[in-house]
């Protein structure tokens, strides 16, 4: 309740003069850690199956409803809406959402108890992005299996890991996926990318230290893919 009163605050203060989106919503497996506790979760899905199914598709439930009543708050922006964090516009409404406690997770408590969830979040909303880590990717294999996502999104956690990633991050291209890669991309790692991914469905979200260094990375940009 006091969160649907923040985005009717936030809504009528913006005017229309900025979007306001979804924040950053939890995923089922962040979810049931933070029932549990990181470690009991995992335990869990070993020794009492039943149980942490049950509290995870409830906390699937919680999350697909209030992400809905949250999104019927939410105010036009062009004709359309705004994934949040992330500044993509989209022609209908949308959702972000992100399972960040897999990092602790197999593949196979993956594909037992979190894949089903995925399926349901991604599958009720047409526009839909995961948020990711690259120290969850040994999941990614089953994360790609789930047909309803649209988008992936990947958080790098130093300016080298890019180059590092490049197969994963073709992967993700190639099981028809879209690719947002966020993070310090330094500029000659930029190009390098451009070489090995396609530009369609492909999405550069850098960071700069300072205002003047963003506008001369653009301005590199700008040029380099200049026709």
């Known amino acids: 309740q006091k969160l649907c009163e923040f985005a009717l605050?936030?809504?009528?203060?913006?005017?229309?003069?900025?979007?306001v989106a979804q924040p950053l919503?939890?995923?089922?497996?962040?979810?049931?850690?933070?029932?549990?506790?990181?470690?009991?979760?995992?335990?869990?899905?070993i020794e009492t199956p039943d149980l942490?199914?049950?509290?995870?598709?409830?906390c699937?439930?919680?999350?697909?409803?209030?992400?809905?009543?949250?999104?019927?708050?939410?105010?036009?922006?062009?004709?359309?809406?705004?994934?949040?964090?992330?500044?993509?516009?989209?022609?209908e409404k949308c959702c972000r959402f992100q399972e960040d406690a897999t990092a602790l997770y197999s593949p196979n408590i993956y594909r037992k108890f979190v894949r089903c969830c995925d399926e349901a979040i991604a599958g009720r909303w047409k526009y839909n992005m995961i948020h990711t880590h690259p120290h969850s990717f040994f999941v990614l294999d089953e994360l790609l299996q789930v047909e309803p996502i649209n988008c992936v999104q990947v958080s790098l956690d130093s300016p080298k890991q890019a180059i590092e990633l490049i197969p994963q991050l073709q992967k993700i291209q190639n099981?028809?996926?879209?690719?947002?890669?966020?993070?310090?991309?330094?500029?000659d790692t930029l190009v390098e990318l451009t070489k090995v991914l396609e530009n369609k469905g492909l999405f550069y979200q850098t960071k700069a230290e300072t205002v003047e260094?963003?506008?001369?990375?653009?301005?590199?940009?700008?040029?380099y893919f200049r026709p």
């Open 9 to 19: 605050v936030l809504a009528d203060f913006s005017r229309g003069r900025y979007p």
């Open 25 to 45: 919503f939890r995923g089922p497996s962040d979810l049931i850690n933070a029932v549990m506790g990181h470690e009991n979760a995992v335990i869990g899905f």
């Open 52 to 58: 942490c199914r049950q509290i995870i598709e409830r």
């Open 60 to 91: 699937t439930r919680i999350f697909t409803e209030v992400m809905e009543e949250y999104n019927k708050l939410l105010p036009r922006v062009h004709e359309g809406w705004i994934i949040g964090l992330y500044n993509i516009w989209t022609p």
């Open 175 to 187: 099981a028809g996926k879209c690719l947002l890669v966020e993070g310090w991309i330094p500029w």
């Open 213 to 223: 260094k963003a506008q001369e990375f653009m301005e590199k940009f700008k040029s």
